[in-house]
């Protein structure tokens, strides 16, 4: 098989123990990578892929992260602006440096894997890839946002917004002005640990499956991630209320919008089926 998943979690447990297992940072990037692997792995099999792509997935669950222990060791940091880009340190640990050929032999699926990493923390993903390329991106991106929103809910503040306590932070104009016209944020733009916050809640405007939106939705994550935080500054809680009902209303639409559509692809269905059989029953009259 040229994919062995179970060795490339050894492999991945084996590279991990050069990291400080006590750092709540390196704690908490294992634990994500983890869960990332295995939201990718349901995605893939949500979406009936084949069992090659389903691995493949999975594969990439594990390694999209790989750039985020160097990152924690050099700078003590999850910002990439204020250290390095953890989706491209990441392809340079593996391709440059050679640490994928640990994790899988077979070199057929170098490309996918790199440009799915690169492509997994960029605004939005580059242009000119193939569909399968595409794909693979769009699960990872879409596992990793999932998991993010629950870290969010129960993480240890310091080590996820750089702030102990967030509620005297205060969210940019420029910050919510992108979340409510754009509905994308630029990182560069972002000052404070509430601008990350609402970085966060932009996620919604980037899912790229259903079910996606409905594990967001099943768990509560809005709510929950809601109802953490209060801030001393009236303006910006009264700009993050506005962020949430946004966000929910966002979302509760999304679902609706795929409940209806696949009521549509259900009812032609049937239509079509009993065309079919009227018409064969015509047919042998």
């Known amino acids: 098989m040229a994919i062995d998943i179970l060795n490339a979690k050894k492999v991945f447990k084996e590279y991990v123990k050069s990291y400080n297992p006590e750092d709540k940072k390196v704690k908490i990037k294992i634990a994500h990578i983890e869960r990332v692997t295995q939201i ?7 979406l009936k892929l084949s069992q090659e792509d389903i691995e493949l997935a999975e594969l990439i669950g594990l390694l999209h992260d790989i750039g985020r222990f160097e990152q924690i060791r050099k700078y003590h940091t999850f910002i990439d602006k204020d250290s390095i880009n953890h989706g491209e340190y990441g392809v340079k640990v593996l391709f440059e440096d050679g640490l994928i050929r640990k994790f899988i032999e077979d070199n057929q699926y170098d490309e996918i894997i790199k440009l799915s990493i690169l492509n997994h923390n960029k605004a939005k993903i580059q242009d000119g890839l193939t569909e399968r390329q595409k794909l693979h991106a769009k699960i990872v991106r879409d596992a990793d946002k999932t998991d993010i929103f629950y870290v969010l809910t129960v993480g240890d503040e310091k080590a ?3 702030s102990a306590n967030l509620s005297n932070e205060k969210i940019s104009d420029e910050i ?3 979340f409510i016209e754009d509905k994308s944020i630029d990182y560069k733009d972002r000052k404070t640990g509430a601008d990350i916050l609402v970085s966060h809640f932009a996620y919604i405007y980037d899912f790229n499956f259903k079910e996606t939106n409905q594990i967001i939705l099943e768990n509560n994550y809005l709510d929950l991630l809601y109802k953490r935080f209060k801030f001393n500054d009236k303006e910006t809680e009264e700009k993050f209320n506005k962020i949430y009902q946004i966000a929910k209303k966002y979302l509760e639409e999304k679902r609706m919008n ?9 009812n032609r269905k049937a239509i079509s089926s009993n065309g079919i059989c009227k018409s064969s029953k015509n047919k042998y009259k």
């Open 40 to 46: 990718a792995k349901k995605l893939a099999q949500d």
């Open 258 to 266: 795929n409940i209806n559509g696949q009521k549509i692809i259900n």
């Open 160 to 162: 996820i917004w750089e």
């Open 176 to 178: 919510y002005r992108e």
